[in-house]
């Protein structure tokens, strides 16, 4: 076996479960705003309700659909994301973890 198709294979056999360990079913159940990991990070499904006051990092047009956590097309209405890998998050939802692309 030649060392590029070699290298490829581990990576294929070591990346998998990785893989589906940090990626949402797309039947997986919704995050919920009271999920205690939801709320420590003040998640809102609407990032319209955001409290401004208490997440001045709040941006205007910050959405889970473009933060670069989010594991959905930035069109999905939901999507996965890697800090809640077992629920979706709502597209246009909001929480203090966002990150920019
Ligand atoms: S980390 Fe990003 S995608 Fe995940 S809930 Fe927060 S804003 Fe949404």
């Known amino acids: 076996m030649n060392t590029s198709r070699r290298s490829f294979m581990i990576f294929s056999i070591g ?5 589906w ?3 949402a079913r797309a039947d997986a159940p919704h995050l919920s705003e009271s999920d205690p990991a ?3 990070v003040g998640y809102k499904e609407d990032a319209a309700k955001v409290d ?8 205007a047009g910050q ?3 473009n933060c670069s956590l ?5 069109s999905d ?5 890697t ?7 709502a597209g246009k939802g909001w929480c203090a973890s966002y990150t920019n692309m």
């Not at 990346?15 to 893989?19: C, D, N, Q, Y």
């Not at 209405?77 to 994301?81: F, K, V, Y």
């Open 63 to 65: 959405t889970c659909a």
């Open 38 to 40: 939801a709320a420590a």
């Open 77 to 81: 209405a939901w999507g996965g994301c």
């Open 52 to 59: 401004k006051a208490k997440y001045p990092n709040f941006a």
């Open 70 to 74: 989010f594991q959905g097309k930035s």
């Open 83 to 89: 800090l809640f890998n077992d629920k979706l998050v």
């Open 15 to 19: 990346m998998g479960p990785a893989l």
């Open 21 to 23: 360990l940090t990626q």
